[in-house]
């Protein structure tokens, strides 16, 4: 069966440190991968979008790694603040007419001081 | 902020009623989609529509229906609602119809009784 999973669990880190969150897919051949930021009761945040032929994307603190091959993406917040505390969500992109994306339960991290 | 605008922001209804939810796109895209977010759990696609015209389905029956107007504008109707459609519904406009980021409103809070 088709399944998409990111840690259910709670991530708990100290300020300064680098978060890094999985997103294993099963099944899928998505073509491209993004990365979405959620706060409590408010709509999802794009943060970072990867292609299936690109390894690794960065904008400021944040990096993507994509491997088709091992199909899982990992996600890290270097230098990590408590405003980074929220629910980070993974979302599949398949090749196709139109831009489902298909989403994980997301993961919550929380950033301590 | 977004540019994309939801309303209401929350709303409590009675089984077996219909529902409304209003979506405003950011300015120039010309997709929207709809999806569905139970606690807990990620976004669920329900549909896309691209220049007013639905171009993509999710698993949802067919009591969940839209239309999108010629502003780009989007409203989601549920008819018969059921107890398991409380949720958190989510507008996602994008420029074009794949390939790209989706950028979220608020969503809308349906609690249905």
């Known amino acids: 069966s088709q399944k998409i999973e990111q840690n259910s669990e709670a991530l708990n880190i100290q300020e300064g440190k680098t978060a890094t969150l999985t997103c294993n897919y099963t099944?899928?051949?998505?073509?491209?991968l993004q990365w979405y930021r959620q706060d409590p009761g408010r709509g999802p945040v794009f943060l970072l979008l990867i292609r299936e032929n690109e390894k690794e994307k960065r904008k400021e603190r944040l990096k993507v790694t994509f491997d088709t091959t091992l199909k899982q993406s990992l996600f890290h917040i270097t230098a990590s603040q408590p405003a980074d505390s929220a629910t980070y969500l993974c979302a599949l992109a398949l090749s196709g007419g139109y831009n489902k994306l298909i989403f994980g339960a997301g993961t919550r991290l929380a950033v301590h001081p | 902020e977004t540019g994309v605008t939801q309303s209401p922001t929350h709303l409590i209804k009675t089984r077996g009623q219909q529902v409304t939810l209003r979506c405003s796109s950011q300015s120039g895209h010309n997709t929207v989609s709809w999806y569905q977010q139970a606690l807990g759990q990620g976004p669920q696609f329900i549909f896309q529509?691209?220049?007013?015209?639905?171009?993509g389905r999710g698993n949802f029956p067919p009591r969940f229906s839209g239309l999108q107007f010629p502003n780009y504008s989007s409203e989601l109707n549920v008819n018969a609602l059921e107890l398991d459609d409380s949720a958190l519904y989510l507008c996602a406009s994008s420029l074009g119809q794949v390939n790209t980021e989706a950028f979220f409103g608020q969503g809308t809070r349906l609690t249905v009784v």
């Open positions: 529509y691209y220049r007013e015209e639905e171009n």
């Open positions: 099944n899928y051949s998505p073509a491209y």
